[in-house]
Protein backbone atom coordinates (compact mmCIF):
# COMPACT_ATOMS: atom_id res chain seq x y z
CA UNK A 1 0.00 0.00 0.00
CA UNK A 2 1.73 3.34 -1.15
CA UNK A 3 1.51 6.25 0.92
CA UNK A 4 -1.73 7.82 -0.91
CA UNK A 5 -4.40 5.36 0.32
CA UNK A 6 -6.96 6.78 1.78
CA UNK A 7 -10.24 5.03 3.86
CA UNK A 8 -11.22 7.81 6.04
CA UNK A 9 -11.44 10.86 2.87
CA UNK A 10 -11.83 8.99 -0.27
CA UNK A 11 -14.79 10.12 -0.63
CA UNK A 12 -14.06 14.21 0.62
CA UNK A 13 -14.29 16.53 -1.90
CA UNK A 14 -15.66 14.42 -4.60
CA UNK A 15 -19.31 13.05 -4.20
CA UNK A 16 -22.21 14.83 -2.62
CA UNK A 17 -21.96 13.06 0.17
CA UNK A 18 -24.87 13.70 2.16
CA UNK A 19 -26.65 12.41 -0.54
CA UNK A 20 -26.83 8.23 0.00
CA UNK A 21 -27.22 7.25 -4.00
CA UNK A 22 -24.00 9.36 -4.33
CA UNK A 23 -22.19 7.27 -1.11
CA UNK A 24 -23.60 3.35 -2.61
CA UNK A 25 -22.57 4.55 -6.00
CA UNK A 26 -18.79 5.24 -4.63
CA UNK A 27 -18.91 1.91 -2.96
CA UNK A 28 -20.85 2.60 -0.07
CA UNK A 29 -22.22 -0.52 2.01
CA UNK A 30 -21.13 -2.59 0.11
CA UNK A 31 -19.18 -3.54 3.23
CA UNK A 32 -22.42 -3.90 5.14
CA UNK A 33 -24.09 -6.14 2.68
CA UNK A 34 -20.34 -8.13 2.54
CA UNK A 35 -20.79 -8.68 6.65
CA UNK A 36 -24.45 -9.87 6.43
CA UNK A 37 -24.45 -12.09 3.79
CA UNK A 38 -20.98 -13.67 3.92
CA UNK A 39 -19.38 -13.34 7.36
CA UNK A 40 -20.05 -13.48 10.92
CA UNK A 41 -19.49 -11.33 14.13
CA UNK A 42 -16.42 -13.70 15.47
CA UNK A 43 -15.01 -13.69 11.49
CA UNK A 44 -16.03 -9.85 11.71
CA UNK A 45 -13.72 -9.06 14.86
CA UNK A 46 -11.43 -11.64 13.90
CA UNK A 47 -10.14 -9.02 10.67
CA UNK A 48 -10.00 -6.16 13.01
CA UNK A 49 -7.78 -7.91 15.46
CA UNK A 50 -5.65 -8.72 12.58
CA UNK A 51 -5.73 -5.68 11.33
CA UNK A 52 -4.51 -3.94 14.59
CA UNK A 53 -6.71 -1.18 14.30
CA UNK A 54 -6.21 1.08 17.90
CA UNK A 55 -8.85 3.41 18.86
CA UNK A 56 -8.22 7.14 17.60
CA UNK A 57 -10.52 8.68 20.31
CA UNK A 58 -7.00 8.95 21.99
CA UNK A 59 -5.77 6.20 24.09
CA UNK A 60 -4.83 4.05 21.24
CA UNK A 61 -6.75 0.46 22.65
CA UNK A 62 -6.60 -2.29 20.41
CA UNK A 63 -10.80 -1.73 18.70
CA UNK A 64 -10.25 -5.80 18.13
CA UNK A 65 -9.99 -6.83 21.31
CA UNK A 66 -12.17 -4.46 23.39
CA UNK A 67 -14.83 -5.29 20.59
CA UNK A 68 -14.51 -9.23 21.58
CA UNK A 69 -14.82 -8.17 24.91
CA UNK A 70 -18.28 -7.14 23.73
CA UNK A 71 -18.94 -9.68 21.54
CA UNK A 72 -18.48 -12.37 24.42
CA UNK A 73 -20.54 -11.32 26.67
CA UNK A 74 -23.71 -12.91 27.30
CA UNK A 75 -26.15 -10.23 27.70
CA UNK A 76 -29.51 -9.65 25.50
CA UNK A 77 -29.21 -6.21 25.52
CA UNK A 78 -26.19 -3.81 24.59
CA UNK A 79 -25.07 -1.17 23.51
CA UNK A 80 -22.91 0.65 21.12
CA UNK A 81 -21.47 4.41 21.51
CA UNK A 82 -20.23 6.25 18.75
CA UNK A 83 -18.08 9.04 20.77
CA UNK A 84 -18.36 12.29 18.47
CA UNK A 85 -18.50 14.40 21.58
CA UNK A 86 -14.96 16.21 20.69
CA UNK A 87 -14.15 19.34 22.69
CA UNK A 88 -10.36 19.27 23.24
CA UNK A 89 -9.18 22.57 21.68
CA UNK A 90 -7.76 22.01 18.31
CA UNK A 91 -9.71 18.92 17.29
CA UNK A 92 -12.54 18.93 14.75
CA UNK A 93 -11.83 15.48 12.85
CA UNK A 94 -14.47 14.17 13.84
CA UNK A 95 -17.02 17.01 12.37
CA UNK A 96 -14.97 16.95 9.20
CA UNK A 97 -15.77 13.35 8.89
CA UNK A 98 -19.53 14.23 9.28
CA UNK A 99 -19.49 17.56 7.22
CA UNK A 100 -17.81 15.15 4.48
CA UNK A 101 -18.63 11.75 4.55
CA UNK A 102 -22.14 10.75 7.20
CA UNK A 103 -22.87 7.53 5.24
CA UNK A 104 -18.90 6.22 6.14
CA UNK A 105 -19.66 7.15 9.97
CA UNK A 106 -23.04 5.09 9.90
CA UNK A 107 -21.73 1.87 7.79
CA UNK A 108 -18.96 1.56 10.42
CA UNK A 109 -21.38 2.13 13.14
CA UNK A 110 -23.86 -0.50 12.06
CA UNK A 111 -21.24 -2.93 11.32
CA UNK A 112 -19.45 -2.49 15.00
CA UNK A 113 -22.71 -2.84 16.41
CA UNK A 114 -23.85 -5.67 14.75
CA UNK A 115 -20.16 -7.57 15.20
CA UNK A 116 -20.54 -7.07 19.22
CA UNK A 117 -24.26 -7.81 19.15
CA UNK A 118 -25.85 -4.33 19.91
CA UNK A 119 -29.05 -3.60 18.52
CA UNK A 120 -29.11 0.30 20.00
CA UNK A 121 -26.32 2.40 19.28
CA UNK A 122 -26.27 6.25 20.58
CA UNK A 123 -24.41 9.02 18.32
CA UNK A 124 -23.22 11.12 21.22
CA UNK A 125 -22.21 14.39 19.43
CA UNK A 126 -21.23 17.60 20.91
CA UNK A 127 -23.52 19.70 21.85
CA UNK A 128 -22.35 22.69 19.67
CA UNK A 129 -22.43 20.86 16.32
CA UNK A 130 -25.49 21.25 16.20
CA UNK A 131 -25.45 21.36 12.50
CA UNK A 132 -23.81 18.14 12.16
CA UNK A 133 -26.50 16.73 14.27
CA UNK A 134 -28.91 17.52 11.87
CA UNK A 135 -26.93 15.93 9.08
CA UNK A 136 -26.64 12.56 10.68
CA UNK A 137 -30.32 12.77 11.85
CA UNK A 138 -30.75 13.17 7.59
CA UNK A 139 -28.62 10.38 7.01
CA UNK A 140 -30.39 8.10 9.13
CA UNK A 141 -33.51 8.87 7.56
CA UNK A 142 -31.79 7.96 4.02
CA UNK A 143 -30.26 4.23 5.31
CA UNK A 144 -33.22 3.14 7.27
CA UNK A 145 -35.36 3.73 4.15
CA UNK A 146 -32.91 1.97 2.34
CA UNK A 147 -33.11 -0.85 5.17
CA UNK A 148 -29.61 -0.39 6.02
CA UNK A 149 -30.94 -0.26 9.59
CA UNK A 150 -34.13 -0.86 11.48
CA UNK A 151 -35.87 -4.24 12.00
CA UNK A 152 -34.60 -6.38 9.60
CA UNK A 153 -31.45 -5.18 7.88
CA UNK A 154 -31.79 -6.08 4.17
CA UNK A 155 -33.93 -9.09 5.40
CA UNK A 156 -31.40 -10.46 7.68
CA UNK A 157 -31.90 -11.43 10.68
CA UNK A 158 -30.37 -8.56 12.08
CA UNK A 159 -31.88 -5.57 13.27
CA UNK A 160 -29.87 -1.92 14.65
CA UNK A 161 -31.76 1.73 16.05
CA UNK A 162 -29.66 4.51 16.22
CA UNK A 163 -30.06 7.66 18.29
CA UNK A 164 -28.39 10.69 18.34
CA UNK A 165 -27.43 12.34 22.44
CA UNK A 166 -26.89 15.62 21.59
CA UNK A 167 -24.30 16.47 24.59
CA UNK A 168 -24.11 19.35 27.04
CA UNK A 169 -21.17 21.17 26.64
CA UNK A 170 -18.46 19.23 28.97
CA UNK A 171 -15.13 18.25 28.00
CA UNK A 172 -15.43 15.66 30.51
CA UNK A 173 -18.40 13.51 28.56
CA UNK A 174 -15.90 12.20 26.10
CA UNK A 175 -14.47 10.48 28.76
CA UNK A 176 -16.82 7.01 28.52
CA UNK A 177 -17.52 6.08 31.55
CA UNK A 178 -18.92 9.81 31.69
CA UNK A 179 -20.42 9.94 28.65
CA UNK A 180 -22.72 7.05 29.97
CA UNK A 181 -23.92 9.19 33.07
CA UNK A 182 -24.32 11.68 30.76
CA UNK A 183 -26.55 9.43 28.60
CA UNK A 184 -28.10 8.07 32.01
CA UNK A 185 -29.08 12.13 32.88
CA UNK A 186 -26.91 11.92 35.26
CA UNK A 187 -23.70 14.74 36.08
CA UNK A 188 -20.92 14.02 33.63
CA UNK A 189 -18.49 12.65 36.00
CA UNK A 190 -16.49 10.14 35.12
CA UNK A 191 -17.07 6.05 36.92
CA UNK A 192 -14.46 4.30 38.87
CA UNK A 193 -13.14 1.22 36.48
CA UNK A 194 -13.70 -2.22 36.56
CA UNK A 195 -16.37 -2.75 36.06
CA UNK A 196 -15.50 -1.63 32.40
CA UNK A 197 -17.98 -0.54 30.25
CA UNK A 198 -17.61 -3.36 27.87
CA UNK A 199 -18.70 -5.19 31.21
CA UNK A 200 -21.52 -3.05 32.83
CA UNK A 201 -21.88 -0.02 30.31
CA UNK A 202 -24.95 2.10 29.28
CA UNK A 203 -27.74 1.44 31.84
CA UNK A 204 -25.60 -1.63 32.83
CA UNK A 205 -25.21 -3.33 30.15
CA UNK A 206 -22.40 -4.44 28.28
CA UNK A 207 -21.19 -1.14 25.78
CA UNK A 208 -19.12 -0.69 23.26
CA UNK A 209 -17.63 2.95 22.88
CA UNK A 210 -15.09 3.78 19.87
CA UNK A 211 -14.48 7.01 18.32
CA UNK A 212 -16.19 8.14 15.53
CA UNK A 213 -12.66 7.91 13.13
CA UNK A 214 -11.81 4.69 14.45
CA UNK A 215 -15.45 3.53 13.26
CA UNK A 216 -14.59 4.97 9.96
CA UNK A 217 -12.05 2.46 9.89
CA UNK A 218 -14.37 -0.32 10.09
CA UNK A 219 -15.84 -0.32 6.29
CA UNK A 220 -12.30 -0.62 4.83
CA UNK A 221 -11.51 -3.55 6.75
CA UNK A 222 -14.47 -5.18 6.29
CA UNK A 223 -14.09 -5.53 2.55
CA UNK A 224 -10.26 -5.57 1.95
CA UNK A 225 -9.27 -7.36 4.98
CA UNK A 226 -7.61 -7.17 8.13
CA UNK A 227 -3.92 -8.19 6.67
CA UNK A 228 -4.37 -5.79 3.70
CA UNK A 229 -5.17 -2.56 6.61
CA UNK A 230 -1.61 -3.98 8.46
CA UNK A 231 0.45 -3.42 5.59
CA UNK A 232 -0.72 0.52 5.99
CA UNK A 233 1.54 2.78 7.93
CA UNK A 234 3.80 2.00 10.84
CA UNK A 235 4.81 -1.04 12.16
CA UNK A 236 3.14 -0.60 15.96
CA UNK A 237 -0.22 0.64 15.33
CA UNK A 238 -0.87 0.10 11.21
CA UNK A 239 -3.65 2.54 9.32
CA UNK A 240 -4.20 6.21 8.62
CA UNK A 241 -5.11 8.74 11.04
CA UNK A 242 -6.29 12.54 10.27
CA UNK A 243 -4.03 15.34 11.52
CA UNK A 244 -5.77 18.48 12.15
CA UNK A 245 -3.11 21.48 11.12
CA UNK A 246 -3.25 24.52 11.88
CA UNK A 247 -1.44 27.71 13.53
CA UNK A 248 1.15 29.55 12.24
CA UNK A 249 1.51 27.27 8.31
CA UNK A 250 0.48 28.22 4.91
CA UNK A 251 -2.32 25.85 4.55
CA UNK A 252 -4.71 25.19 7.60
CA UNK A 253 -6.18 21.54 6.97
CA UNK A 254 -7.15 18.36 7.70
CA UNK A 255 -5.26 15.12 5.99
CA UNK A 256 -5.18 11.89 6.27
CA UNK A 257 -1.55 10.02 6.23
CA UNK A 258 -0.31 7.06 7.46
CA UNK A 259 0.35 6.33 10.83
CA UNK A 260 4.61 6.91 11.33
CA UNK A 261 4.29 9.76 9.64
CA UNK A 262 6.74 12.25 11.04
CA UNK A 263 6.20 16.39 12.48
CA UNK A 264 8.48 17.61 10.12
CA UNK A 265 6.19 15.94 7.01
CA UNK A 266 3.12 17.08 8.34
CA UNK A 267 4.21 20.53 8.97
CA UNK A 268 6.23 21.07 6.12
CA UNK A 269 5.18 19.15 3.05
CA UNK A 270 1.61 18.74 4.06
CA UNK A 271 1.00 22.04 6.56
CA UNK A 272 2.40 23.92 3.25
CA UNK A 273 5.44 24.88 5.74
CA UNK A 274 5.63 28.17 7.67
CA UNK A 275 3.15 31.50 7.07
CA UNK A 276 4.82 34.23 5.64
CA UNK A 277 7.08 36.21 7.91
CA UNK A 278 6.30 33.89 10.69
CA UNK A 279 8.97 31.91 12.97
CA UNK A 280 8.66 28.07 14.23
CA UNK A 281 9.26 28.27 18.01
CA UNK A 282 7.42 25.28 19.05
CA UNK A 283 4.44 22.46 18.25
CA UNK A 284 1.99 21.79 20.31
CA UNK A 285 0.80 18.02 19.35
CA UNK A 286 -2.73 16.10 20.31
CA UNK A 287 -4.66 18.86 21.85
CA UNK A 288 -4.46 20.88 24.33
CA UNK A 289 -3.94 17.86 26.90
CA UNK A 290 -0.20 16.87 24.42
CA UNK A 291 2.90 17.74 24.47
CA UNK A 292 5.24 20.82 23.76
CA UNK A 293 7.49 19.86 20.85
CA UNK A 294 10.79 21.76 19.87
CA UNK A 295 12.55 22.14 16.18
CA UNK A 296 15.16 19.18 17.75
CA UNK A 297 11.82 16.97 17.94
CA UNK A 298 10.32 17.39 14.45
CA UNK A 299 11.44 14.69 12.95
CA UNK A 300 9.91 12.28 15.67
CA UNK A 301 7.28 9.87 14.12
CA UNK A 302 3.75 10.28 15.15
CA UNK A 303 2.25 6.17 15.74
CA UNK A 304 0.24 4.89 18.46
CA UNK A 305 2.92 3.16 20.97
CA UNK A 306 2.78 3.21 24.89
CA UNK A 307 6.27 4.18 24.83
CA UNK A 308 6.32 6.90 22.13
CA UNK A 309 8.15 10.22 23.31
CA UNK A 310 5.29 12.25 21.81
CA UNK A 311 1.34 10.49 22.11
CA UNK A 312 -0.56 11.25 18.88
CA UNK A 313 -3.97 12.43 20.97
CA UNK A 314 -6.43 13.76 18.61
CA UNK A 315 -4.02 14.17 15.84
CA UNK A 316 -4.06 18.01 16.08
CA UNK A 317 -0.94 19.45 15.43
CA UNK A 318 -0.37 23.22 17.02
CA UNK A 319 2.14 25.21 15.39
CA UNK A 320 2.99 28.05 17.59
CA UNK A 321 5.38 31.01 16.24
CA UNK A 322 7.81 33.66 17.70
CA UNK A 323 5.29 36.15 18.09
CA UNK A 324 2.65 34.56 20.30
CA UNK A 325 2.82 35.49 23.90
CA UNK A 326 3.45 32.70 25.97
CA UNK A 327 1.63 33.52 29.04
CA UNK A 328 -1.58 33.67 26.77
CA UNK A 329 -0.82 30.09 25.84
CA UNK A 330 -0.65 29.09 29.84
CA UNK A 331 -3.31 30.96 30.87
CA UNK A 332 -5.91 29.64 27.66
CA UNK A 333 -3.93 25.69 29.18
CA UNK A 334 -5.10 26.07 32.20
CA UNK A 335 -8.71 27.94 32.06
CA UNK A 336 -9.52 25.61 30.08
CA UNK A 337 -8.64 22.69 32.57
CA UNK A 338 -10.13 24.85 35.39
CA UNK A 339 -13.22 24.82 33.61
CA UNK A 340 -13.75 21.49 32.69
CA UNK A 341 -12.50 19.77 35.65
CA UNK A 342 -15.68 17.61 36.88
CA UNK A 343 -14.76 18.55 40.23
CA UNK A 344 -15.19 15.19 41.52
CA UNK A 345 -11.63 14.32 42.89
CA UNK A 346 -9.54 17.59 45.32
CA UNK A 347 -6.07 16.77 43.12
CA UNK A 348 -7.48 17.78 39.95
CA UNK A 349 -10.31 20.04 41.34
CA UNK A 350 -7.73 22.34 42.95
CA UNK A 351 -4.70 21.59 41.08
CA UNK A 352 -6.12 22.86 38.18
CA UNK A 353 -7.33 25.87 39.81
CA UNK A 354 -3.99 26.75 41.50
CA UNK A 355 -1.81 26.13 37.92
CA UNK A 356 -4.92 28.58 36.36
CA UNK A 357 -4.33 31.38 39.58
CA UNK A 358 -0.36 31.27 38.73
CA UNK A 359 -0.76 31.47 34.63
CA UNK A 360 -2.41 34.89 36.04
CA UNK A 361 0.24 36.06 38.29
CA UNK A 362 2.78 34.97 35.67
CA UNK A 363 0.61 36.60 32.85
CA UNK A 364 0.40 40.27 35.53
CA UNK A 365 4.08 39.59 36.00
CA UNK A 366 3.96 38.94 39.50
CA UNK A 367 4.58 35.07 39.60
CA UNK A 368 6.15 34.72 43.20
CA UNK A 369 9.25 32.81 44.42
CA UNK A 370 6.38 30.72 46.21
CA UNK A 371 4.93 29.89 43.52
CA UNK A 372 8.09 28.67 41.54
CA UNK A 373 8.15 26.05 44.54
CA UNK A 374 5.19 24.96 44.44
CA UNK A 375 4.71 24.52 40.39
CA UNK A 376 6.45 21.05 40.44
CA UNK A 377 4.45 19.92 43.39
CA UNK A 378 1.03 20.84 41.70
CA UNK A 379 2.20 19.36 38.49
CA UNK A 380 3.19 15.59 40.28
CA UNK A 381 -0.15 15.76 42.31
CA UNK A 382 -1.57 16.12 38.51
CA UNK A 383 0.21 13.82 36.87
CA UNK A 384 -0.33 11.14 39.80
CA UNK A 385 -2.93 11.30 42.20
CA UNK A 386 -6.05 12.01 39.56
CA UNK A 387 -9.28 10.20 39.41
CA UNK A 388 -9.20 10.20 35.33
CA UNK A 389 -6.92 10.84 33.13
CA UNK A 390 -7.99 14.75 32.32
CA UNK A 391 -5.76 15.34 35.69
CA UNK A 392 -2.82 14.61 34.26
CA UNK A 393 -3.74 16.21 30.63
CA UNK A 394 -3.86 19.85 32.50
CA UNK A 395 -0.08 19.06 34.03
CA UNK A 396 0.92 18.02 30.48
CA UNK A 397 1.74 21.36 28.87
CA UNK A 398 2.50 23.45 31.32
CA UNK A 399 5.10 21.23 32.27
CA UNK A 400 6.65 21.07 29.26
CA UNK A 401 6.52 25.08 28.92
CA UNK A 402 7.54 25.64 32.34
CA UNK A 403 10.96 23.16 31.70
CA UNK A 404 11.45 24.65 28.06
CA UNK A 405 10.66 28.37 28.25
CA UNK A 406 11.19 29.19 32.27
CA UNK A 407 12.86 32.68 31.06
CA UNK A 408 10.01 33.22 28.37
CA UNK A 409 7.59 33.06 31.29
CA UNK A 410 9.70 34.90 34.22
CA UNK A 411 9.54 37.85 31.42
CA UNK A 412 13.42 37.92 31.89
CA UNK A 413 13.93 37.65 28.32
CA UNK A 414 14.23 40.94 26.39
CA UNK A 415 11.09 40.61 23.85
CA UNK A 416 12.40 40.21 20.54
CA UNK B 1 -44.39 26.41 23.57
CA UNK B 2 -45.85 25.26 27.05
CA UNK B 3 -43.29 23.79 29.43
CA UNK B 4 -45.85 20.56 29.71
CA UNK B 5 -45.93 20.74 25.87
CA UNK B 6 -42.13 20.13 25.92
CA UNK B 7 -42.04 17.26 28.27
CA UNK B 8 -44.15 15.34 26.19
CA UNK B 9 -42.48 15.34 23.52
CA UNK B 10 -40.14 13.00 25.44
CA UNK B 11 -40.49 9.63 27.19
CA UNK B 12 -40.05 10.04 30.88
CA UNK B 13 -36.94 7.97 30.61
CA UNK B 14 -33.67 8.87 31.87
CA UNK B 15 -31.93 8.99 28.74
CA UNK B 16 -34.25 12.27 27.75
CA UNK B 17 -33.46 14.15 31.25
CA UNK B 18 -30.52 16.14 29.52
CA UNK B 19 -32.82 16.61 26.13
CA UNK B 20 -34.91 17.86 28.42
CA UNK B 21 -33.07 19.93 30.45
CA UNK B 22 -31.88 21.47 27.19
CA UNK B 23 -34.52 21.84 25.74
CA UNK B 24 -36.38 23.53 28.57
CA UNK B 25 -33.33 25.57 28.84
CA UNK B 26 -33.28 27.09 25.24
CA UNK B 27 -36.61 27.76 25.29
CA UNK B 28 -37.00 29.42 28.77
CA UNK B 29 -33.56 31.44 29.18
CA UNK B 30 -33.27 28.42 31.60
CA UNK B 31 -34.68 26.16 34.06
CA UNK B 32 -36.04 27.62 37.21
CA UNK B 33 -37.80 26.41 40.30
CA UNK B 34 -40.99 25.86 38.82
CA UNK B 35 -40.35 24.27 35.34
CA UNK B 36 -37.64 22.18 37.07
CA UNK B 37 -40.30 20.84 39.75
CA UNK B 38 -42.77 20.01 36.82
CA UNK B 39 -39.89 17.92 35.10
CA UNK B 40 -39.43 16.10 38.38
CA UNK B 41 -42.55 15.14 38.56
CA UNK B 42 -43.36 14.01 35.26
CA UNK B 43 -39.37 11.72 35.33
CA UNK B 44 -40.62 10.96 38.30
CA UNK B 45 -37.45 12.04 40.12
CA UNK B 46 -36.67 14.25 42.90
CA UNK B 47 -36.12 18.27 41.98
CA UNK B 48 -32.83 18.14 43.62
CA UNK B 49 -31.58 15.34 41.28
CA UNK B 50 -33.01 17.59 38.38
CA UNK B 51 -31.02 20.35 39.83
CA UNK B 52 -27.82 17.94 40.29
CA UNK B 53 -27.67 17.30 36.40
CA UNK B 54 -28.78 21.03 35.21
CA UNK B 55 -25.63 22.39 37.00
CA UNK B 56 -23.37 20.20 35.64
CA UNK B 57 -23.52 21.48 31.61
CA UNK B 58 -22.85 24.41 30.36
CA UNK B 59 -25.74 23.99 27.79
CA UNK B 60 -28.38 24.00 30.12
CA UNK B 61 -28.70 27.67 31.95
CA UNK B 62 -29.91 27.85 35.50
CA UNK B 63 -29.70 31.80 35.80
CA UNK B 64 -31.59 34.13 34.09
CA UNK B 65 -29.40 35.17 31.04
CA UNK B 66 -28.51 38.35 30.16
CA UNK B 67 -30.34 40.39 26.98
CA UNK B 68 -26.52 40.47 25.17
CA UNK B 69 -24.49 37.45 26.43
CA UNK B 70 -20.97 37.36 24.52
CA UNK B 71 -18.84 34.06 24.46
CA UNK B 72 -15.16 34.12 23.23
CA UNK B 73 -13.49 30.71 22.75
CA UNK B 74 -9.66 31.06 24.79
CA UNK B 75 -8.69 27.63 23.07
CA UNK B 76 -5.50 27.27 22.55
CA UNK B 77 -5.51 27.31 18.69
CA UNK B 78 -7.63 30.52 19.01
CA UNK B 79 -5.33 32.07 22.01
CA UNK B 80 -2.17 32.16 19.03
CA UNK B 81 -4.71 33.88 16.56
CA UNK B 82 -5.52 36.61 19.00
CA UNK B 83 -8.36 35.50 20.82
CA UNK B 84 -6.96 37.32 24.09
CA UNK B 85 -6.56 40.75 22.17
CA UNK B 86 -10.31 40.09 20.65
CA UNK B 87 -10.83 39.96 24.53
CA UNK B 88 -9.43 43.08 25.53
CA UNK B 89 -10.99 44.98 23.09
CA UNK B 90 -14.35 43.96 23.67
CA UNK B 91 -13.62 44.34 27.68
CA UNK B 92 -12.62 47.62 26.52
CA UNK B 93 -15.07 48.80 24.25
CA UNK B 94 -17.67 47.72 26.76
CA UNK B 95 -15.92 48.62 29.54
CA UNK B 96 -16.91 45.43 31.39
CA UNK B 97 -14.65 42.61 32.70
CA UNK B 98 -15.04 38.58 31.29
CA UNK B 99 -16.72 36.56 33.65
CA UNK B 100 -18.38 39.43 35.42
CA UNK B 101 -22.07 39.29 36.77
CA UNK B 102 -22.40 42.62 38.02
CA UNK B 103 -23.68 44.36 34.60
CA UNK B 104 -27.34 43.30 34.24
CA UNK B 105 -27.51 43.60 30.65
CA UNK B 106 -23.99 42.72 28.88
CA UNK B 107 -22.39 39.23 30.36
CA UNK B 108 -19.00 38.60 28.45
CA UNK B 109 -18.06 34.86 28.89
CA UNK B 110 -14.89 33.22 27.87
CA UNK B 111 -15.03 29.98 26.81
CA UNK B 112 -13.79 26.28 25.46
CA UNK B 113 -13.06 25.25 22.47
CA UNK B 114 -16.19 25.43 19.60
CA UNK B 115 -14.40 23.05 16.90
CA UNK B 116 -13.85 26.09 14.50
CA UNK B 117 -10.39 26.22 15.32
CA UNK B 118 -8.80 26.58 11.92
CA UNK B 119 -11.85 29.97 11.43
CA UNK B 120 -10.80 31.01 14.73
CA UNK B 121 -11.17 33.49 16.63
CA UNK B 122 -14.37 32.72 17.34
CA UNK B 123 -17.39 34.86 19.31
CA UNK B 124 -20.60 33.74 19.56
CA UNK B 125 -23.33 36.89 20.73
CA UNK B 126 -26.57 35.88 21.69
CA UNK B 127 -26.12 32.44 19.60
CA UNK B 128 -24.68 33.84 16.09
CA UNK B 129 -21.05 32.80 15.92
CA UNK B 130 -18.45 34.89 14.20
CA UNK B 131 -15.73 33.28 12.80
CA UNK B 132 -11.60 34.64 12.13
CA UNK B 133 -12.51 37.54 14.36
CA UNK B 134 -9.89 40.72 14.57
CA UNK B 135 -9.86 42.82 17.50
CA UNK B 136 -10.45 45.12 14.42
CA UNK B 137 -13.09 43.56 13.88
CA UNK B 138 -15.11 43.28 16.88
CA UNK B 139 -15.92 47.40 17.06
CA UNK B 140 -18.30 46.33 13.52
CA UNK B 141 -19.73 43.52 14.53
CA UNK B 142 -20.75 44.90 18.58
CA UNK B 143 -22.18 48.07 17.13
CA UNK B 144 -25.28 45.53 16.13
CA UNK B 145 -26.27 44.43 19.34
CA UNK B 146 -25.79 48.16 20.69
C1 LIG C 1 -10.89 13.87 29.50
C2 LIG C 1 -11.10 12.93 28.36
C3 LIG C 1 -11.74 13.36 27.21
C4 LIG C 1 -11.97 12.49 26.15
N1 LIG C 1 -12.59 12.98 25.04
C5 LIG C 1 -12.84 12.13 24.01
C6 LIG C 1 -13.52 12.60 22.84
O1 LIG C 1 -13.91 13.77 22.75
N2 LIG C 1 -13.74 11.72 21.83
C7 LIG C 1 -13.34 10.42 21.91
O2 LIG C 1 -13.58 9.67 20.98
N3 LIG C 1 -12.69 9.96 22.99
C8 LIG C 1 -12.43 10.78 24.03
N4 LIG C 1 -11.80 10.28 25.15
C9 LIG C 1 -11.43 8.85 25.18
C10 LIG C 1 -12.61 7.98 25.58
O3 LIG C 1 -12.65 7.84 26.98
C11 LIG C 1 -12.52 6.58 24.98
O4 LIG C 1 -11.29 6.05 25.31
C12 LIG C 1 -12.66 6.54 23.48
O5 LIG C 1 -13.86 7.15 23.06
C13 LIG C 1 -12.64 5.10 23.01
O6 LIG C 1 -12.72 5.04 21.61
P1 LIG C 1 -11.49 4.51 20.73
O7 LIG C 1 -11.03 3.24 21.36
O8 LIG C 1 -12.10 4.32 19.39
O9 LIG C 1 -10.45 5.57 20.76
C14 LIG C 1 -11.54 11.14 26.23
C15 LIG C 1 -10.88 10.71 27.38
C16 LIG C 1 -10.66 11.57 28.44
C17 LIG C 1 -9.96 11.06 29.65
S1 LIG D 1 -9.36 14.16 37.43
FE1 LIG D 1 -10.59 16.04 37.20
S2 LIG D 1 -12.06 15.54 35.60
FE2 LIG D 1 -11.22 13.58 36.36
S3 LIG D 1 -12.58 12.96 38.01
FE3 LIG D 1 -11.02 14.16 39.01
S4 LIG D 1 -11.91 16.26 39.01
FE4 LIG D 1 -13.09 15.08 37.54
S1 LIG E 1 -9.70 26.58 19.92
FE1 LIG E 1 -11.20 28.09 19.52
S2 LIG E 1 -12.62 27.00 18.28
FE2 LIG E 1 -11.18 25.45 18.79
Redesign the pocket.
Known sequence: MGKETKIITKNWGKINSQNIEAYIHAGGYEALKKFLFEMTPVSGVEEIKISRLC?????G?S?GT?MESVQKEKSSEKYFIC?L????PGTYKDRMIVDNDPHLLLEGIIISSLIVGANKAFICINGNYRKQAHILELAIERAREKGFMGEGILDSQYSLEIEIFSGAGA??C???TALINSIEGHRGEPKARPPFPTQIGLFGKPTL????E?ICNIPWIILNGGHEYAKIGSEKSPGTKLFILDGAIKNVSVVELPLGTSIRELIETHGGGMAKGKYFWFAQIGGSSGRLILEKDLDEKLEYDREAKIPVGSGAVLVVDRTVDIHEMLLSWTSFFRRESCGKCVPCREGTFRLWEIAKRAKDGKISERDLETIPDILWVLGNATF???GK?AAVAFFDAIDNFRKEILKEKNIN | MTVEKILLGFDPEPRNILPALKKISASFGFVDEENAQKMADYFDISISRIFETATFYDLVKTKKRAPLEIQVCSGANCATKDAYRVIREIERQLKIKAGDQFNPKIRLEIVSCLGQCGNGPVVIINETAFLRVTPRKIYDILKNYL
Do not use: H, Q
Not at chain 1, 55 to 59: N, S
Not at chain 1, 85 to 88: A, N, R
Open positions: GRGGAFTKNDESEYIGEEVNNATCPLF
